[in-house]
C-alpha cells in the first residue's frame, strides 16, 4: 500500500490550495484518514481527521478554514485549504489505516507536499 500526496505550491496569504492524497496497492477498505504538517524547525502536529463514515476533526488553527473529504471509489482524501496564513506553510503529510486485502491493518504515510505561504 502507498500514499501519494500532491497540490501543495506557493501561495499568497488569503489564498487557497487543495491537496490531495490517493491510496494505491493492495487495499480491501481504509478507515480513518488524516492529514499533518510540519513547519520548519517545529514538530510535526496533526490537523485534520476523517473517517470512513465521514465524520471529521480539526485543530483549533485551521477550523473554519480547511476542509476534509473523502472519495471513498478513488481512495482518496482531500485537505481544501482557504484563507491560508503565512504560519500555515510546512511540509503536509496524509495519514491512513488501511485493511489490506490479506486483511491485516496498517498505518500507513505519504511523503510530504510543501506548502509555502507568503506574507
Known amino acids: 500500500v502507498q500514499l501519494q500526496a500532491y497540490g501543495g505550491g506557493l501561495v499568497q496569504a488569503g489564498g487557497s490550495l487543495r491537496l490531495s492524497c490517493a491510496a494505491s496497492?493492495?487495499?480491501?477498505?481504509?478507515?480513518?484518514m488524516r492529514w499533518y504538517r510540519q513547519a520548519p524547525r517545529k514538530q510535526r502536529e496533526w490537523v485534520a481527521v476523517i473517517t470512513s463514515g465521514g465524520s471529521t476533526g480539526y485543530a483549533d488553527s485551521v477550523k473554519g478554514r480547511f476542509t476534509i473529504s473523502r472519495d471513498n471509489a478513488k481512495n482518496t482524501v482531500y485537505l481544501q485549504m482557504n484563507s491560508l496564513k503565512p504560519e500555515d506553510t510546512g511540509d503536509y503529510y496524509c495519514?491512513?489505516?488501511?485493511?489490506?486485502?490479506?486483511?491485516?491493518?496498517?498505518?500507513?504515510w505519504g511523503q510530504g507536499t510543501q506548502v509555502t505561504v507568503s506574507s
Open positions: 496497492g493492495a487495499i480491501f477498505s481504509i478507515n480513518t
Open positions: 495519514n491512513a489505516e488501511v485493511l489490506d486485502r490479506s486483511r491485516r491493518i496498517g498505518d500507513y
